[in-house]
């Protein structure tokens, strides 16, 4: 009895042991997850700080409670606060607008709230981002109160142009084509010539005016579209028309080419890009060459192109060509004019119509500008 109680009193003396080490196994583990815990939790916020410092706009990152994790020094100067004093915060109390934090596909423009509590206009883009298994909302913040301002002084630039200038230069017009014609006594040659040069400089002043108010309706998204029944041959002749009237012994030829298919297209504006684009086209064209005008069916979509003997286009100013208040190089032998809005304004038309346009040139070997519009409007 006395052998098989020692006997007892050692299996649990080592069961003890063995329970003890075990435990001790386990609260090491413990400590050790636990340590990893904290340094992934540097890790990450080690991370977020260079993602922040070196990010180019304000950055807020906020966590699923809709509380400020982090936020950058772009930021900061924004709202005029310091990190420490925003961090844990709710993000209302930047941007008061938001009620519900969500991810977004698209800008958005907000107030947002500085700590004078003076409100500012910002561009707020929010973005969704699953990192070390948390699951975080980063905010861009843009500063766009001077973009604000200068947007309304281009608007009431164009107001003043459209309601300023437009009238006076009707009136003097008017009043020259009456002196014209002789209603206040007859002119000489010379004084004819010189009204008429007159007349045509107020048509000048008057195409650059409609070119700067249809770019802002352009620029708005305010064009309007038309859409009639019409054809592909229509389009060409009326453009060609306008660019070289019957019996113009132009110096420069146009020869076309294209198919009759009808299409839907808000007429007169297909048409006017067409005069832009043969315009330019003759234009930068030496003297006894020719322009080619071609336009046909490609699939559901109608396509033109004008092709010109030009200096050409080099490839890297290619990019620029549809820009507004954009003017490449001209030769020596041409006159700038206009504002270089006309190629913009295409460009615009064209993709109020669902098209595409574009320009294949090589420098010293022409341009060929192309567009393609539906040959009818999507439902």
């Known amino acids: 009895m006395d052998d098989q109680k020692v006997s007892a009193e050692a299996m649990n003396t080592e069961e003890l042991r063995e329970l003890t080490n075990q435990q001790s196994e386990q609260i090491q583990r413990l400590k050790d997850s636990e340590q990893s815990l904290l340094k992934r939790q540097e890790d990450l916020l080690f991370w977020i700080r260079q993602f922040l410092a070196g990010f180019p706009f304000g950055l807020i990152m906020v966590e699923k409670d809709q509380r400020i994790k982090a936020i950058n020094k772009i930021a900061c100067e924004y709202f005029q606060y310091t990190d420490l004093e925003v961090l844990k915060q709710p993000i209302a109390v930047l941007l008061p607008q938001i009620n519900c934090l969500e991810a977004t596909k698209r800008q958005t423009r907000l107030f947002g709230r500085k700590k004078s509590g003076e409100v500012f206009s910002a561009e707020v883009y929010i973005n969704s981002l699953e990192m070390f298994g948390e699951d975080l909302l980063f905010i861009t913040v843009q500063d766009i109160t001077e973009r604000q301002r200068l947007e309304q002084l281009r608007h009431d630039l164009v107001a003043m142009v459209?309601?300023?200038?437009?009238?006076?230069?009707?009136?003097?017009?008017?009043?020259?084509?009456?002196?014209?014609?002789?209603?206040?006594?007859?002119?000489?040659?010379?004084?004819?010539?010189?009204?008429?040069?007159?007349?045509?400089?107020?048509?000048?002043?008057?195409?650059?005016?409609?070119?700067?108010?249809?770019?802002?309706?352009?620029?708005?998204?305010?064009?309007?579209?038309?859409?009639?029944?019409?054809?592909?041959?229509?389009?060409?002749?009326?453009?060609?028309?306008?660019?070289q009237?019957?019996?113009?012994?132009?110096?420069?030829?146009?020869?076309?080419?294209?198919?009759?298919?009808?299409?839907?297209?808000?007429?007169?504006?297909?048409?006017?890009?067409?005069?832009?684009?043969?315009?330019?086209?003759?234009?930068?064209?030496?003297?006894?060459?020719?322009?080619?005008?071609?336009?046909?069916?490609?699939?559901?979509?109608?396509?033109?192109?004008?092709?010109?003997?030009?200096?050409?286009?080099?490839?890297?100013?290619?990019?620029?060509?549809f820009e507004r208040f954009k003017?490449?190089?001209?030769?020596?032998?041409?006159?700038?004019?206009?504002?270089?809005?006309?190629?913009?304004?295409?460009?615009?038309?064209?993709?109020?119509?669902?098209?595409?346009?574009?320009?294949?040139?090589?420098?010293?070997?022409?341009?060929?500008?192309?567009?393609?519009?539906?040959?009818?409007?999507?439902?």
């Open 162 to 243: 459209s309601h300023d200038i437009r009238a006076p230069l009707t009136s003097v017009r008017v009043t020259l084509e009456m002196v014209a014609e002789g209603t206040y006594g007859k002119l000489s040659n010379r004084g004819s010539e010189l009204v008429s040069q007159g007349v045509h400089s107020i048509e000048y002043l008057n195409s650059l005016v409609k070119n700067l108010l249809e770019s802002e309706a352009a620029e708005t998204g305010a064009i309007e579209l038309d859409y009639k029944t019409t054809s592909i041959g229509t389009l060409i002749k009326h453009a060609i028309n306008a660019v």
């Open 327 to 379: 003017q490449l190089n001209q030769p020596t032998t041409l006159k700038r004019t206009g504002f270089g809005l006309g190629l913009a304004i295409c460009k615009a038309l064209v993709e109020k119509h669902h098209g595409r346009i574009w320009v294949e040139s090589r420098d010293g070997q022409g341009s060929k500008f192309c567009f393609t519009v539906p040959i009818a409007p999507a439902n």
């Open 245 to 321: 009237p019957p019996g113009d012994a132009s110096l420069v030829s146009i020869e076309t080419e294209f198919t009759n298919d009808a299409i839907i297209v808000d007429e007169n504006r297909i048409i006017q890009v067409l005069i832009n684009l043969i315009s330019n086209a003759v234009k930068f064209s030496p003297e006894h060459s020719k322009v080619n005008v071609l336009a046909g069916m490609v699939g559901v979509e109608a396509k033109f192109e004008v092709i010109d003997r030009g200096p050409g286009i080099p490839l890297h100013q290619q990019p620029l060509v």
